[in-house]
């Protein structure tokens, strides 16, 4: 089993920043990504940005582009992410996901609240 715990979120004003952090524990055998997902009620769950563990390749949201940076550090199976100029529509649950294998893996997800 994967474990998943993400931290960094909480309640920002627009035009702010914040950097959720995601680390990865348990049976870690061979990644073959991470990324962010985020979540409102009542909406499906959207990829927000992702990254490849083999040569890091980074994909995101158009919503994301310019504004998210997704990052990672191997060595501790961690990722970040980035987030500047937040708006109010950023508000979500945000969820980190783990790709190994045939398995994928969620966090519990990490709330962001952008205020007006």
């Known amino acids: 089993q994967v474990q998943l715990v993400e931290s960094g979120g909480g309640l920002v004003q627009a035009g702010g920043s914040l950097r959720l952090s995601c680390a990865a524990s348990?049976?870690?055998?061979?990644?073959?990504?991470m990324g962010w997902y985020r979540q409102v009620p009542g909406k499906q769950r959207e990829l927000v940005a992702s990254?490849?563990?083999?040569?890091?390749?980074?994909n995101y949201a158009d919503s994301a582009k310019g504004r998210f940076t997704i990052s990672r550090d191997s060595a501790n199976n961690t990722v970040y992410l980035h987030m500047n100029s937040l708006k109010p529509e950023d508000t979500a649950a945000y969820y980190c996901?783990?790709?190994?294998?045939?398995?994928?893996?969620w966090g519990q997800g990490t709330q962001v609240t952008v205020s007006s």
């Open positions: 996901n783990l790709n190994q294998g045939r398995e994928s893996y």
């Open positions: 990254i490849s563990s083999s040569r890091g390749n980074t």
């Open positions: 348990g049976r870690i055998l061979s990644v073959n990504a």
